[in-house]
T-cell receptor, first 113, second 112 residues
Framework: NAGVTQTPKFRILKIGQSMTLQCTQD?????MYWYRQDPGMGLKLIYY???????DKGEVPNGYNVSRSTTEDFPLRLELAAPSQTSVYFC????????????FGPGTRLTVL | RKEVEQDPGPFNVPEGATVAFNCTYS??????FFWYRQDCRKEPKLLMS???SGNEDGRFTAQLNRASQYISLLIRDSKLSDSATYLC?????????????FGQGTELSVKP
């Protein structure tokens, strides 16, 4: 039982490149979330999903897209990378039976140059 | 006004000290409250939930004042291993799909 896994751990992109951050959970939970965390700041919600086929915008969705074709996977897509997207990205789901308490993946550190 | 606001840090304390963190939130409809701990360059992990009556877990005590929309975390007998950033977290309130709002965090450094 791996919980929440994220790949890659690190990535450097050039301005204008695209990439997909992968997130997979093996807990069969409906709710999944993507956050970004800039240095010295709290986490900001990018997108979230309450189940397969359903996604919704969070606080900072611009420049990102998501899909949720299965319960397990919730990939985050950056189409045209910009330096402002340099951040640490965390994927999360809700802990079993504890509404609102989230369990995070290890994060992806992205640098856009 | 930020939705969740915490004491600005960092807090530098000696081992054995008692330290308190404060947090205020703006959405009166919020129903769930938490303290998360985040070690440097790692993912946040749940430290404890915060209940209306206050709750304690070993050296950690959490308090909630709904009328003032205020949450606190008290750490007694600080250990070196308590050094981390502490995040005050509040749920979005209402039908928010389990969304959580994070404070910016308060950094704690415990020195020998």
């Amino acid at each position: 039982n791996a919980g929440v896994t994220q790949t890659p751990k690190f990535r450097i992109l050039k301005i204008g490149q695209s990439m997909t951050l992968q997130c997979t959970q093996d807990m069969n939970h409906n709710y999944m979330y993507w956050y970004r965390q800039d240095p010295g700041m709290g986490l900001k919600l990018i997108y979230y999903s309450v189940g397969a086929g359903i996604t919704d915008k969070g606080e900072v969705p611009n420049g990102y897209n998501v899909s949720r074709s299965t319960t397990e996977d919730f990939p985050l897509r950056l189409e045209l990378a910009a330096p402002s997207q340099t951040s640490v990205y965390f994927c999360a789901t809700i802990l079993p039976g504890l509404a609102g308490e989230q369990f995070f993946g290890p994060g992806t550190r992205l640098t856009v140059l | 006004r930020k939705e969740v606001e915490q004491d600005p840090g960092p807090f530098n304390v000696p081992e054995g000290a008692t330290v308190a963190f404060n947090c205020t939130y703006s959405n009166s409809a919020s129903q769930s409250f938490f303290w998360y701990r985040q070690d440097c360059r790692k993912e946040p992990k749940l430290l404890m939930s915060v209940y209306s009556s206050g709750n304690e877990d070993g050296r950690f005590t959490a308090q909630l004042n709904r009328a003032s929309q205020y949450i606190s975390l008290l750490i007694r007998d600080s250990k070196l291993s308590d050094s981390a950033t502490y995040l005050c977290v509040v749920n979005g309130g209402g039908n928010q799909g389990g969304k959580l709002i994070f404070g910016q965090g308060t950094e704690l450094s415990v020195k020998p």
